[in-house]
């Protein structure tokens, strides 16, 4: 009964969507509460394409595809149909109101995952399968949020769509839709590591498959933008959004124009960042890919002589970061000193004389000797043969100190000369004429600066 009164539908001799777009959904859900078969499932792909087909549906084509709804070979490219109407269906209405949209998409997403002609599908179409599965993604997350009644079967529905790609592997390849795909795989994954705790297996491969895009290709919109800005206040994602941005922006801000530097920081990156510096700080979770990911945004301002609106508050935070860190004994914390340091440092040689006078302060000078006391313990024993690099490699691995520093001695000089010639309290209070005159032989060969540490 049910195939008869599905075929009716698809082929218009029975009215569904003229009834309304929430009887008709809860209709087609009702269909599932019974056990059913792939024909099933094909015409209830078909019944959504006959409603929101974005161009006319030749009478022909509807009839074709009934008579294949029970096709092996003809099942995936229906289910897909089905799905590619899907992105319609949901933006065309008041997506909350029909929360019974969304366990039929999972359904037929979870079919298209185990059936094999999908993967022969995919062959002959390599892009259609993982642009269309991320459309639905993207409109999904448009409509529904967790306040519309809807976050459980949203849920289900994400981690179906993810688990879809996973299993297929979209290449990482110059395809035209590739920001799509990527988007709509980045927004299934913050979607299923909110509702767990962990990251599954594939939750894992997907963030290598993001990350590889990320360093492969340059194809970040606003859109991913603003997408990855959402993931960083997400305290629950945001190493796993670190990690994606570090490795955006140690590829690539070399290279940006100003526009594009400006859409990230206008959307908070920046600040974000500022904050998870401070953050890990004062918790003890330090992620190293903070301060290496504002060294390249830092970096990358100052070459161009762009404005840093944030420059002072830049200082602010990298110095109090580096007094937080005193209590955390180890290598770790030296490692995530040096680099925030390094940003602090930069930013220095580019303001005013009347910015550095009113950033100068005790905790300005404790700081200071807290990283003089750090490059004497990590050099010290070394006679000059090594970097803080290769001495921080040394201890916790060239994974945890991805990049070499470039923490520079003519530039910490002038720091150290410009700090004692204008606070010379801060100066004494600090001891730093001591610590300075102990570690001359690490920052200079003879009387010449090493070119850096």
């Known amino acids: 009964m049910r195939v008869i009164t599905l ?38 792909a078909i019944a959504i394409l006959r409603g929101f087909a974005t161009s006319g549906l030749e009478p022909k084509r509807v009839r074709d595809l009934v008579r294949n709804a029970g096709s092996r070979k003809e099942i995936a490219a229906i ?16 997506g909350p109101r029909y929360i019974h949209a969304l366990p039929i998409f999972t359904e037929i997403l979870q079919r298209l995952r185990e059936l094999p002609s999908t993967k022969e599908f995919i062959e002959l179409h390599p892009e259609t399968l993982f642009a269309d599965v991320a459309n639905l993604i993207l409109a999904a997350d448009q409509i529904y949020d967790t306040k519309s009644g809807a976050s459980s079967e949203l849920d289900k529905l994400m981690d179906e769509a993810l688990q879809l790609l996973r299993t297929f592997k979209p290449p990482v390849t110059r395809l035209d839709s590739m920001s799509i795909i990527f988007d709509g795989t980045l927004v299934s994954f913050v979607r299923c590591k909110q509702g767990s705790a962990s990251v599954s297996n594939a939750g894992m491969q997907t963030l290598d498959w993001l990350n590889q895009c990320l360093s492969e290709y340059d194809f970040v919109t606003e859109g991913i933008i603003s997408r990855l800005m959402w993931g960083l206040e997400s305290p629950e994602f945001r190493g796993e959004v670190l990690q994606l941005i570090y490795t955006y922006v140690s590829k690539w801000f070399a290279h ?37 990911a504002l060294r390249h945004i830092i970096k990358r301002a100052t ?22 860190v005193n209590s955390y004994i180890g290598t770790v914390g030296q490692a995530y000193s040096l680099p925030t340091f390094e940003v602090v440092l930069s ?22 000797k807290r990283i003089l006391l750090d490059i004497e313990e990590l050099l010290g024993d070394n006679q000059g043969g090594t970097t ?32 004692k010639a204008k606070k010379p309290d801060i100066w004494a209070a600090a001891d730093l004429e001591t610590v300075v005159n102990r570690v ?13 540490l």
């Not at 009702?30 to 059913?36: A, D, I, L, S, T």
């Not at 580019?350 to 200071?368: N, W």
């Open 7 to 44: 075929s009716m539908i698809a082929l218009g001799d029975m009215p569904l969507w003229s009834q309304g777009s929430e009887h008709a959904w809860f209709a087609l859900r009702h269909v599932f509460e019974n056990p059913y078969d792939d024909t099933i499932l094909a015409l209830v």
């Open 79 to 94: 289910l897909l149909e089905g799905v590619r109407c899907g992105t319609e269906a949901l933006l065309r209405r008041e």
């Open 256 to 292: 940006i124009g100003e526009r594009r530097y400006k859409s990230w920081t206008s959307k908070g990156l920046i600040a974000q960042l500022l904050e998870a510096l401070a953050s890990g700080a004062t918790t003890g979770s330090m992620d190293l890919m903070v301060p290496l």
């Open 303 to 324: 070459s161009m002589s762009w404005e840093l609106q944030d420059a002072e508050e830049i200082i602010s935070v990298g110095i109090n970061a580096v007094n937080s």
């Open 347 to 368: 930013i220095w040689e580019i303001i005013s004389d009347e910015s550095r006078a009113t950033l100068m302060s005790e905790e300005m000078g404790g700081a200071t």
């Open 388 to 419: 803080l690099t290769a001495a921080l490699r040394s201890k916790i691995g060239i994974m945890a100190c991805p990049e070499p520093f470039n923490l520079s001695p003519i530039v910490l000089q002038k720091f150290l000369s410009d700090l």
């Open 440 to 452: 001359q032989d690490l920052l200079f060969n003879g009387t010449t600066p090493k070119a850096q």
